[in-house]
């Protein structure tokens, strides 16, 4: 079950609520209209594929909670029509290039999530994507800011720059701790290929979000 998924049921992008740590956790507002009962809409969710749970909380709004976070990846992919057209003026000096700098620590984050497309294609890492194996705590807190996108993309007001940020960090630290290419002697499992396609998600959410700031995503650095 992904955003845009539950954006078309409900008629409004859902809101990423939580940590993910445990449970991949979306928010609903109270559906107005007909057919807006928020029981009835709770059950008809429930009998849905990839939704293990919907709360009903106070005042109309619904839990969702999703059983494969992982799935959203699927629904990112590159701009439509190429690389994102590039708006704006960036808020990010180019230097100095260390974590001190907003713009160094994204920029670098999409060269690293380029990095391992290319490296992981060097390794022979592929096979079906299984989002289910994205559950390590670090693949999680990715996948929940990865879950803001969808959202973003339809707010007046997106904050694209500090997303990115977020984005960036959280990737990072999966970068580091949960490695998306094997290491030395160790073949390539379909771990490694979750978090390959993982990665691809990283890499075009902060092209997106490079462009809506002004700046084009680096290959390299």
Do not use: K
Request: charged share 25%; glycine share 12%.
């Amino acid at each position: 079950m992904t955003p845009a998924r539950l954006d078309e049921l409900l008629g409004r992008p859902p809101i990423p609520r939580g940590t993910w740590a445990r449970e991949a956790v979306y928010l609903c507002p109270p559906v107005a209209g007909p057919g807006g009962d928020p029981e009835a809409t709770a059950g008809r969710l429930r009998a849905l594929d990839g939704v293990s749970d919907v709360r009903v909380r106070p005042g109309g709004f619904l839990e969702i909670v999703v059983a494969v976070p992982g799935e959203l990846v699927t629904g990112i992919g590159p701009a439509r029509a190429g690389a994102p057209a590039v708006t704006g003026s960036s808020p990010w000096e180019d230097l100095p290039r260390t974590w001190a700098n907003p713009g160094f620590a994204v920029r670098y984050a999409h060269v690293r999530a380029v990095a391992v497309q290319r490296w992981a294609a060097e390794l022979g890492v592929g096979g079906r994507f299984a989002p289910e194996l994205l559950d390590d705590r670090l693949d999680r807190a990715v996948l929940r800011v990865l879950a803001e996108a969808h959202g973003r993309r339809a707010s007046r007001d997106p904050g694209w720059a500090a997303y990115a940020l977020r984005l960036a960090l959280a990737y990072h630290d999966a970068f580091e701790g949960a490695g998306a290419l094997p290491v030395g002697d160790e073949e390539p499992s379909p771990l490694h290929a979750a978090r390959v396609r993982l990665a691809r998600a990283v890499r075009d959410v902060l092209a997106e979000a490079l462009a809506a700031v002004g700046e084009a995503a680096p290959g390299r650095m």
